[in-house]
């Protein structure tokens, strides 16, 4: 053995031996450490946004977390106190989680429903697919402070809704202002951005195998049972896609409750993320708020976990074996 670290080349040295192996650590040439260089510098900028603008607060904000700071004094370390409060004492953080559970658990899977729905309907060789195809994704570039107003006219007690409604003799709700019904008009607006998943889910259903069809044809397979022994599983990894971001983005739902509701009437809407910017900009307590904010990461990652267990039983992909 020592003759071999003896007579190791120059390019090689034996750093270890131990029972009986040895590991040799490569002395890296000059154009590795040339290369080396240029990878570190080309990704820099986004070494220093991640540690700048993600990393570095979400760290900091475990720490105001545990602290009682108004940002205008020194912060004062109270420990788990508000996330104490928050579990125990704070009646608006539960109907706040309430209402987001409520929010993401109908608009996720209606807006998986509706999205796997019109893209059968566009995958089909009709005439003017390109336009409807078009139609649907339009309301997807158009600004959602924009459409939360357009919505909030649509749904006034005198709106085009409700004017509708009186034309077939039904006596419209104010939808804003009563708490039975404010819930599910944020739930139809969540609807209306569904052209995103229905592209995707398009885009799926085009890349699937057209021998599949004429197999199932030829079974006397109908188009119902081509659609869930053929279409369905072939696109169920995009399903899943849009299931993970769809729970992600439910969860952290603001600008539609801001603009249109600002959480009421009496915390009918209120949802997480507008809870804690309250607590954080209108109040202060940006303690309280961190807090809410990791407790509402462990709620999203709690979901994302299930989602990702139960995708095993239910998900395809092409080169998979069971």
Known sequence: MSNLVDEAPGAERVALRAGGRRTVRHRMSRRGKKE?????????PWLIGFVGFLLGPMIASVYISLTEWDSFTPPEWVGLANYRKALTQDPVFWKALGNTFYYALISVPLGLVIGVWLANLLNKRVRGRKLFRTFIYLPTLVPLVATAMVFKMVLAPSGPLNDLLGWFGIDGPAWLLDATWVKPALIVLSAWGAGAATVLLLSAMNGIPKELYEAAEIDGASAWRQFWSVTFPQITPVIFFNLIMGLIGSFQIFSQVYILTSGGPDNASQMMV??????????????YASAIAWLLFVVIMVFTLIAFRTARKWVFYETEVR
Do not use: K, Q, T
Not at 36 to 44: G, K, R, V
């Open 36 to 44: 080396a260089f240029y990878f570190w510098l080309f990704i820099s």
């Open 274 to 287: 507008p809870l804690l910017f309250r607590e954080a900009f209108s109040f202060y307590h940006f303690g």
